[in-house]
């Protein structure tokens, strides 16, 4: 269980985090979203231990992590946004420094770094040079080297950036696993539908405080109801945009083509899913029904314009 409890930083006047709290359990993902300069940088280095907080505390499984031991930072695996790989030397050669540091006995090692190879996906790579591996090869790498320890709290600022789609999807891919193995993961973003599909836990933060946290499905629910759906069916798009007409919580319907509609809806997860059900019953054939991604951006930028009036 990670504790985290009215953390703050100041920078002499100026305040970059300002009272954050919030609780994780093992298998949470959070997605930690703020625009540049909200503070997750700062609130990710005190969870690291390597920021000092003015104000507050963070405990991992009653292990306090704010007061810079080192046995906190054996629980702790920390992706920095920017990070340097030291060039001279073979992708296994770098894991093994690593998991000398972090105190595993010589004789796991070996088995260790072909673990966590498997896991990013880098096994093909163990031999070559970390300096002639590409961009999002290098990022796989870090997040590797974060792993050979079994920390049970990771913690991953913007893990993302830089990378193409493919390669996205292969981190999104991993976060998972990272969850299903029981971790806790803090992913950092300025991108919410980047995070919303893998997330279980969305944090918003804006000028160092922490606006909205919960379920992707709270926060929506609880900060604006109103949203869009889009349903894609394979035929008769007009007729299911007249079968939804005056059904609960449908407050228009837009045709944008031949099978694909627009639905402005206003209403609970559960009439939500319920509204599937009933095309589903009404027999239309359903290819996709979404909520539009383009609707969490919008979402975002409620949340933290709120935050500045
Ligand atoms: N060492 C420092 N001294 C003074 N101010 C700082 C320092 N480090 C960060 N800040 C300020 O604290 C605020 C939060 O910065 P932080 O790096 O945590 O933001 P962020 O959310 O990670 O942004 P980004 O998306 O750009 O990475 C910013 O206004 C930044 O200028
Ligand atoms: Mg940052």
């Known amino acids: 269980m990670l504790v985290v409890d009215g953390l703050r930083k100041e920078y002499g006047q100026f305040t970059a985090v300002d009272g954050v709290s919030f609780q994780l359990k093992p298998g ?5 979203i703020g625009s540049n300069g ?33 046995d906190a930072r054996k629980l702790i695996g920390y992706m920095p946004d920017f990070f340097g790989l030291y060039e001279d030397i073979r992708v296994w050669e ?38 002639s591996l590409s961009r999002g090869m290098q990022q796989r790498l870090c997040l590797a080297r974060c792993l050979v320890h079994d920390p049970d709290l990771l913690l991953l600022d913007e893990p993302a950036s830089g990378l193409d789609p493919r390669a996205r999807a292969e981190l999104k891919e991993l976060v998972a696993e990272l969850g299903r193995m029981g971790k806790i993961v ?10 919303a599909d893998f997330c279980n836990v969305v944090g918003i933060i804006e000028r160092g405080q922490l606006l909205a946290f919960g379920s992707v499905e709270e926060i929506i629910s609880g900060i604006e109801q109103r949203r869009m759906i889009e349903v894609k069916v394979l035929e008769r798009a007009n007729e299911a945009s007249m079968f939804l007409h005056g059904k ?12 694909t509609l627009k639905v402005e809806f206003e209403g609970s997860m559960e009439s939500q899913a319920q509204l599937l059900a009933e095309m589903i019953q009404g027999g239309f054939l359903i290819t996709e029904f979404r909520v539009d991604a383009a609707d969490l951006e919008d979402l975002f930028m409620k949340v933290t314009t ?3 009036n």
């Not at 005190?46 to 080192?70: F, H, Q, S, Y």
């Not at 803090?186 to 995070?195: D, K, N, Q």
């Open 28 to 32: 949470d993902i959070m997605g930690f």
């Open 248 to 259: 609960e919580g449908v407050v228009s319907t837009f045709l944008m083509g031949a099978s």
């Open 186 to 195: 803090i992913v950092s973003s300025h991108i919410l539908p980047e995070l």
């Open 94 to 131: 770098y894991l093994e420094l690593f998991a000398s540091i972090y105190g595993v006995p010589k004789t796991e090692r070996p088995g260790v770094i072909d673990e966590v190879l498997e896991l990013t996906d880098l096994g093909f790579k163990k031999d070559a040079f970390a300096k």
């Open 306 to 308: 709120g935050a500045l």
């Open 38 to 70: 909200a503070g997750k940088t700062t609130t990710i280095k005190m969870l690291a231990t390597l920021l000092e907080p003015t104000l507050g505390r963070a405990t991992l499984n009653d292990v306090p992590l704010t007061e810079g031991l080192i």
